[in-house]
């Protein structure tokens, strides 16, 4: 009964971190500022075709002399403000 409830509770855990993760997607740029704009563009286009959001921008790195940023477009619909306010605050920040 114990190992059952073990189980069932590893499972629950495992599918409710599946439903709620998201997926990266990348830009790139010479400048920070392009690649946090490729994106964010990237991301949009990403979290139409799923119907759901882009829930933020990850941090920026440099790799082969070019700017990768990464931003996080949600799985599901659930998983994002009904509002929008999420990318309303995103582009607020990079000042689009």
């Not at 709620?20 to 690649?35: K, L, P, Q, S």
């Not at 790799?63 to 582009?91: Q, R, T, W, Y």
């Amino acid at each position: 009964m114990i190992k059952s409830k073990l189980g069932l509770g590893v499972l629950l855990v495992t599918l409710s971190t599946t439903t709620f993760a998201g997926t990266e997607v990348f830009g790139y740029g010479e400048t920070v500022r392009e690649a946090q704009v490729m994106v964010l563009e990237t991301a949009e286009r990403s979290a139409k075709s799923k119907g759901t959001c882009v829930g933020s921008i990850t941090s920026c790195t440099k790799e082969h002399g070019l700017f990768k940023c990464g931003a996080m477009v949600a799985n599901h619909p659930g998983s994002c403000n009904k509002d929008g306010s999420d990318l309303a605050k995103i582009k607020k920040s990079l000042g689009l």
